[in-house]
T-cell receptor, first 114, second 114 residues
Framework: DGGITQSPKYLFRKEGQNVTLSCEQN?????MYWYRQDPGQGLRLIYY???????QKGDIAEGYSVSREKKESFPLTVTSAQKNPTAFYLC?????????????FGPGTRLLVL | AQSVTQLGSHVSVSEGALVLLRCNYS??????LFWYVQYPNQGLQLLLK??????LVKGINGFEAEFKKSETSFHLTKPSAHMSDAAEYFC????????????FGSGTQLTVLP
């Protein structure tokens, strides 16, 4: 069954702790994305990667880091420098189509601060 | 640069009534436009998209949207609301320098009243 998986579903972070959110896709998509969702603010792009071993900052990259060592995987680390990490985090992937591209989303990870 | 405005953060309709969710966009290049739906604590699911060609686009669950270039609009409609349509709906636009990046509106929460 093809799709995008994110784990864990819920994640708790203590002060000063780094945490890593997992995103895996078996759709053979080239590009992957991380978004942050806060109530009433829509989705904001954190990082994206168009190809393995390459990634670019989005609109709100400060306090986050990513890696893209495999086509299937794009983990996001929320570092202690991110002072307000409580949010819903969504991973997406896309592939070039005949006309444009469409992003497909995973089920999300909710990060809470203890 | 591109942007999306969704008029009305909350919309309520009675079951069986017309659903109309408004989306206006700005883009310096011909846009690709998308509507996504999000149920509580879940990821985003693609409802429909416009790339080129026919301006009236049909999607899943009986939804459709019409691209009106002169009005820079892409409103989402459904003739008859069902209780299961209650969710948050996001309009998004891509285009410009990096066609892979999506810009999202802030979302419209749809409530369906019995």
């Amino acid at each position: 069954d093809g799709g995008i998986t994110q784990s864990p579903k819920y994640l708790f972070r203590k002060e000063g702790q780094n945490v890593t959110l997992s995103c895996e896709q078996n759709l053979n998509h080239d590009a992957m994305y991380w978004y942050r969702q806060d109530p009433g603010q829509g989705l904001r792009l954190i990082y994206y990667s168009q190809i393995v071993n390459d990634f670019q900052k989005g609109d709100i990259a400060e306090g986050y880091s990513v890696s893209r060592e495999k086509k299937e995987s794009f983990p996001l680390t929320v570092t202690s420098a991110q002072k307000n990490p409580t949010a819903f985090y969504l991973c997406a992937s896309s592939i070039k189509e005949r006309e444009g591209e469409t992003q497909y989303f995973g089920p999300g990870t909710r990060l809470l601060v203890l | 640069a591109q942007s999306v405005t969704q008029l009305g953060s909350h919309v309520s309709v009675s079951e069986g009534a017309l659903v109309l969710l408004r989306c206006n966009y700005s883009s310096s290049v011909p846009p690709y436009l998308f509507w996504y739906v999000q149920y509580p604590n879940q990821g985003l699911q693609l409802l429909l998209k416009y790339t080129t060609g026919a301006t009236l686009v049909k999607g899943i669950n009986g939804f459709e949207a019409e691209f009106k270039k002169s009005e820079t609009s892409f409103h989402l409609t459904k003739p008859s609301a069902h209780m299961s349509d209650a969710a948050e709906y996001f309009c998004a636009v891509s285009g410009g320098g990096s066609a892979r990046q999506l810009t999202f509106g802030s979302g419209t929460q749809l409530t369906v009243l019995p």
